[in-house]
T-cell receptor, first 111, second 115 residues
Framework: GESVGLHLPTLSVQEGDNSIINCAYS??????FIWYKQESGKGPQFIID?????DKRQGQRVTVLLNKTVKHLSLQIAATQPGDSAVYFC??????????FGDGTTLTVKP | GAGVSQSPSNKVTEKGKDVELRCDPI?????LYWYRQSLGQGLEFLIY????????KSGLPSDRFSAERTGGSVSTLTIQRTQQEDSAVYLC?????????????FGQGTRLTVV
């Protein structure tokens, strides 16, 4: 069946460093990919998305890279801040509109 | 309201009792999801409603779990004869039907504790 999984369950970085969170997906027919951030006690919130016809998209301090050849998605956070500490989920959306979420990576930013 | 609303925010129930969790999606969003999240874990898909199509129930863990969506808007997730392993945060999300390039918006979740 479809699955989206993350390579690392936890990531610890120093404040000011760049963070890279990875995701592998299995459904090559997925059209759309999304990264969510979930802070403690809250529901996941949208960070950035990318369509399958793109390989890179940049936002404010965040960049998403998509490698369809190896079905890999990554989220890069520049100059990581303590407020970036959260669980990050990737999700893929198929052409029927259904989202499948990965397991999540816990990012901890050390001061 | 402007976002997805879930109620109650917290629910403590005794083992064996039934519970109902409610989700009010964003107005105009006809796709609705329920997920379960255990402490420190990822999102476990439960059920997906999309417009008038038959719901995708493939994630419901047992026949004690059911969900309905009345009038294409509010959804209720029902857990019968609750067990301690049902304790988790239940998250609801909604999105625009038929729009691939839109994200799902999540509610704050209902924290269910079965004692």
């Amino acid at each position: 069946g479809e699955s989206v999984g993350l390579h690392l369950p936890t990531l610890s970085v120093q404040e000011g460093d760049n963070s890279i969170i990875n995701c592998a997906y299995s459904n090559s027919a997925s059209d759309y990919f999304i990264w969510y951030k979930q802070e403690s006690g809250k529901g996941p919130q949208f960070i950035i998305d990318i369509r399958s016809n793109m390989d890179k998209r940049q936002g404010q301090r965040v960049t998403v890279l998509l490698n369809k050849t190896v079905k890999h998605l990554s989220l890069q956070i520049a100059a990581t801040q303590p407020g970036d500490s959260a669980v990050y989920f990737c999700a893929e959306r198929n052409n029927a509109g259904k989202s499948t979420f990965g397991d999540g990576t816990t990012l901890t930013v050390k001061p | 309201g402007a976002g997805v609303s879930q109620s109650p925010s917290n629910k403590v129930t005794e083992k064996g009792k039934d519970v109902e969790l409610r989700c009010d999606p964003i107005s105009g969003h006809t796709a609705l999801y329920w997920y379960r999240q255990s402490l420190g874990q990822g999102l476990e898909f439960l059920i997906y409603f999309q417009g008038n199509s038959a719901p995708d129930k493939s994630g419901l863990p047992s026949d004690r779990f059911s969900a309905e969506r009345t009038g294409g808007s509010v959804s209720t997730l029902t857990i019968q004869r609750t067990q301690q392993e049902d304790s988790a945060v239940y998250l609801c999300a909604s999105s625009l039907e038929g729009q691939v390039n839109t994200e799902a918006f999540f509610g704050q979740g209902t924290r269910l504790t079965v004692v």
